[in-house]
């Protein structure tokens, strides 16, 4: 399996590829003067002069006629977070200008054309403002630079050591991070090389592969995003890299992560290669992590659990949830994040969207409404496979999940869009009886105790009504659900819980062609796709001129989540001893 010490995917041989470093253009550059003059000038004040006026010079360096005259005028735009960009801004300034341009000079970014041009499309912004945002976090297992030191073994080039998608719902009130597995198979996209070139893409390799192309020690983040976009059908807003450098120094700058252990763990657990037990390193129960120790223990796979990256995982979500209670109980404000941010961004790859210190730092205060019970991590649904060590990733349950987070429900099945849709008073509205040139079979008395949700897989609307109508007339239990998670179903789907094969064979009977096949929720579901729709008047023209139209409509409840994404969910607030293994062994 990958992941051993110095494992991982071939790598290219290309020339490592130049990352650039943000200069912070159009940012204001610090003021004269020290802190003192910098947080008078974010105030609008110049240095008091004779008569309580403000000196020239002041006003030179950033007085309130300086202040006016860079500031844009405003729009009017619905106010929807507490802390602006511009309002970071003057904090920073407040802190020292130098601060700033420090933090500036950190930040790297990845080149904007290396990301992919066909991609999911953007989340919709409901009337408010509100808008979800989608981020991939990588942290590299880079070989360059000092990570060796770290941990990093001694090949070169960079590997994805951990990759969670970090979903913020639009209210900015909950948020779920989704682990993909590095030794997943999946299809990879073609991919830009530091040499300029496109790469063909594959059909199956390993997710890790991903960020390891092209061969260099700064990996290849645009990759991993292009490879996540491809997978999930999620738009990524924002990419963040963080190498062992930048993790060790985060940990430090927030005084250490509470972790637990269910039992110690030595220098011949943190690498194999040693060929001996050693000494101890982490020792059995709860204990303060930073720097060294906190890596081996995010990196630990061996001498616990089944040795594998689910265990890893689970661990590393324990982890982050830690953190996340860490800082967001030292207060998230410039203070804490402040020095957080110079730990990290020393060691940072970002998107473009994010080059600058106060796009990364306004989104950082932008989560501070996020209660930590309602931060959710969870791996996305796996197997073992047969023919090696490697991992499939289920993809009816994923795709569940996916459809989820597109749709901003959260994975206890609450909408988070930031308003509520009127889909239950929508759906509540009783439907036309519509005529339908399928012929029902004669009535069942015992269908009136099958329960059917109907849901709408196409672009034409009424066809759940349509759906719900005729089950009725055949007695079956039947609601009309509103719209699926995905539109483009071309044939109908009928899904039945445990128990309910045979139910749900007589309710394919009134949707020939139908394909039937196991879901895991209860009872009966039916999604209506575009023969069905083709049969009761909203033929593919219909549909297609719909979708033409591009309306963005209401996100639509999915169906429910599979019990391998509910029953393996962690809450940032969890105990930190609970649920940090995998399996039996070590």
Wanted: hydrophobic content about 35%; some cysteine; glycine content about 12%.
């Amino acid at each position: 399996m990958s992941g051993q010490w110095g494992e991982g995917p071939a790598r290219g041989d290309d020339a490592p590829g130049a990352l650039t470093t943000d200069d912070g253009g159009g940012v204001p550059q610090p003021r004269s003067g020290g802190r003192a003059e910098a947080r008078r000038a974010a105030q609008g004040k110049g240095t008091p002069g004779k008569g309580g006026e403000a000196a020239p010079e002041a006003s030179a360096a950033g007085g309130r006629a300086a202040a006016r005259n860079s500031r844009k005028p405003k729009k009017n735009v619905k106010k929807i977070v507490a802390w602006s960009a511009a309002g970071v801004l003057v904090l920073i300034a407040g802190a020292g200008g130098a601060i700033y341009l420090k933090l500036n000079g950190n930040i790297k970014s990845f080149d904007a054309d290396a990301i992919a041009t066909d991609r999911p499309p953007e989340a919709q912004a409901d009337a408010d403002g509100n808008k979800p945002v989608n981020v991939l976090l990588i942290g590299s297992d880079s070989r360059g630079k000092n990570n060796s030191d770290l941990g990093g073994g001694e090949d070169g080039g960079a590997r994805s050591d951990t990759t969670i998608l970090l979903h913020v719902y639009a209210d900015h009130k909950h948020a779920v991070g989704i682990s993909i597995p590095r030794n997943a198979k999946v299809a990879i996209p073609p991919c830009k090389l530091p040499n300029g070139k496109w790469t063909k893409g594959t059909s199956s390799d390993l997710f890790n592969a991903a960020f390891s192309t092209g061969g260099t020690d700064d990996g290849n983040p645009a990759c991993t995003q292009n490879t996540v976009e491809k997978l999930t059908g999620i738009r990524v807003d924002h990419t963040i890299v963080v190498d062992f450098q930048g993790f060790s120094a985060m940990t430090s700058a927030v005084h250490g992560v509470d972790i637990c252990l269910p039992k110690p763990i030595s220098e011949g657990d943190i690498n194999p290669k040693l060929g001996r037990k050693g000494n101890v390193v982490l020792p059995q129960g709860k204990q303060k992590v930073e720097g060294q120790k906190a890596l081996d223990y995010v990196r630990l796979r061996h001498g616990i659990g089944d040795g594998s990256d689910i265990g890893r995982m689970k661990r590393q979500q324990a982890f982050l949830g830690s953190l996340a209670s860490n800082i967001k109980g030292q207060g998230l404000n410039p203070t804490t994040l402040l020095p957080l941010a110079d730990a990290a961004t020393k060691s940072m790859v970002v998107d473009p969207g994010l080059s600058s210190a106060d796009k990364l730092l306004s989104f950082g205060l932008s989560l501070k409404n996020i209660d930590m019970h309602d931060l959710k991590f969870v791996t996305v649904p796996w197997r073992y496979r047969t023919q090696d060590q490697d991992l499939d990733i289920i993809e009816s349950d994923a795709k569940k999940l996916w459809d989820t987070i597109k749709a901003d429900r959260t994975l206890d099945g609450q909408n988070a869009t930031g308003e509520q849709p009127a889909e239950a008073t929508a759906s509540a509205a009783p439907s036309a009886p519509a005529a339908t040139t399928t012929a029902p079979p004669a009535p069942d008395a015992g269908n009136s105790a099958v329960k059917v949700a109907v849901y709408n897989g196409t672009t034409t609307s009424g066809m759940d009504g349509k759906a719900a109508e005729l089950l009725k007339g055949a007695k079956f239990n039947a609601t009309k659900a509103g719209p699926a998670a995905s539109t483009k179903h071309a044939k109908t789907v009928v899904e039945y819980g445990s128990g309910q094969k045979a139910n749900a064979d007589k309710v394919a009977e009134l949707f020939p062609g139908a394909t039937v096949e196991a879901g895991s929720s209860p009872g009966v579901i039916v999604v209506v796709g575009k023969d069905f729709a083709a049969a009761n008047g909203g033929g593919a023209a219909s549909a297609a001129g719909s979708a033409a139209a591009g309306a963005p409509s209401t996100p639509a409840a999915p169906v429910p989540l599979p019990t391998s994404v509910t029953e393996n969910t962690r809450s940032a607030d969890d105990d930190i001893c609970a649920g940090t293994t995998y399996g039996s062994g070590g």
